[in-house]
């Protein structure tokens, strides 16, 4: 392991995440910005959840919610998904230095938009339970990162996650999590730009609508052991092949 401490990778697969701060500097999430607005303005010229130039924008109560593989209508988003103070995080996670990139993901939450998201397990959405996918590290085989771009407060519509809430696997909340599960021990992430949080795929999460005044954006990267997943996603087919050096 190059990129963390043996203490963070055991944190990963007990607590279920971690958070390393600072590991972009202001001045490139600026520049992340920048695309990340370029890509709302397009969105704004959309109506309904759409693909549209090889990304598949997604509207909720007719607001952008976000963007899959974003990555295709910005070059500097799609880097981001191969930079490898991420990837050799993920490298380490995962004991591979293969990685297969499954989500490169833009998130918006502008003020007062009420998007919102459900309590759920990242295994819901990559098919565990289905032919869709093999575990093959009887782990996960996957690692879910959330690259900070505006602060993320508490009032903005944060990222909550339970502790611990990975340790049993795959739990079929379908949309249910407050009905099968107890939240009652959810951690607010309040974080500053540039910080990214690596989690795993049964790691329950979720966040609420944004009332503040301050947008809260986040890009997602999501990777899988080569070999697990036989679903076709948005952009990126099966998904685009990562060595990390
Ligand atoms: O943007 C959010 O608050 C939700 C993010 C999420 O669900 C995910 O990264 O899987």
Request: proline residues 3%; contains cysteine.
């Given at each position: 392991?190059?990129?963390?401490?043996?203490?963070?990778?055991?944190?990963?697969?007990?607590?279920?995440?971690?958070?390393?701060?600072?590991?972009?500097?202001?001045?490139?999430?600026?520049?992340?910005?920048?695309?990340?607005?370029?890509?709302?303005?397009?969105?704004?010229?959309?109506?309904?959840?759409?693909?549209?130039?090889?990304?598949?924008?997604?509207?909720?109560?007719?607001?952008?919610?976000?963007?899959?593989?974003?990555?295709?209508?910005?070059?500097?988003?799609?880097?981001?998904?191969?930079?490898?103070?991420?990837?050799?995080?993920?490298?380490?996670?995962?004991?591979?230095?293969?990685?297969?990139?499954?989500?490169?993901?833009?998130?918006?939450?502008?003020?007062?938009?009420?998007?919102?998201?459900?309590?759920?397990?990242?295994?819901?959405?990559?098919?565990?339970?289905?032919?869709?996918?093999?575990d093959?590290?009887?782990?996960?085989?996957?690692?879910?990162?959330?690259?900070?771009?505006?602060?993320?407060?508490?009032?903005?519509?944060?990222?909550?996650?339970?502790?611990y809430?990975?340790?049993?696997?795959?739990?079929?909340?379908?949309?249910?999590?407050?009905?099968?599960?107890?939240?009652s021990?959810?951690?607010?992430?309040?974080?500053?730009?540039?910080?990214?949080?690596?989690?795993?795929?049964?790691?329950?999460?979720?966040?609420?609508?944004?009332?503040?005044?301050?947008?809260?954006?986040?890009?997602i990267?999501?990777?899988?052991?080569?070999?697990?997943?036989?679903?076709?996603?948005?952009?990126?087919?099966?998904?685009?092949?990562?060595?990390?050096?």
């Amino acid at each position: 392991m190059n990129n963390i401490t043996q203490a963070q990778y055991d944190e990963f697969y007990d607590r279920g995440f971690i958070i390393i701060e600072n590991l972009f500097t202001q001045q490139e999430v600026d520049e992340i910005l920048e695309s990340a607005h370029r890509v709302y303005e397009t969105a704004q010229t959309l109506e309904k959840t759409c693909m549209h130039n090889n990304s598949r924008f997604v509207f909720q109560n007719g607001n952008i919610q976000r963007v899959v593989w974003a990555g295709a209508q910005e070059e500097r988003i799609l880097a981001v998904g191969a930079d490898k103070r991420i990837t050799g995080v993920v490298s380490d996670l995962l004991n591979s230095k293969k990685l297969n990139q499954l989500i490169n993901q833009l998130h918006f939450k502008m003020p007062g938009d009420g998007v919102a998201f459900a309590y759920h397990q990242d295994s819901e959405n990559r098919g565990y339970g289905t032919e869709d996918w093999t575990d093959i590290d009887g782990k996960g085989s996957y690692v879910q990162t959330t690259l900070v771009l505006d602060e993320m407060t508490n009032e903005n519509g944060p990222l909550n996650f339970l502790p611990y809430s990975g340790k049993n696997g795959h739990l079929y909340l379908n949309n249910k999590a407050e009905e099968k599960i107890d939240l009652s021990t959810l951690v607010t992430l309040e974080l500053k730009p540039g910080s990214v949080a690596f989690f795993g795929p049964y790691t329950v999460h979720g966040s609420l609508p944004n009332n503040s005044d301050q947008s809260r954006r986040i890009l997602i990267n999501g990777y899988a052991l080569p070999g697990a997943n036989k679903k076709e996603y948005p952009g990126c087919g099966l998904g685009r092949e990562i060595t990390v050096d």
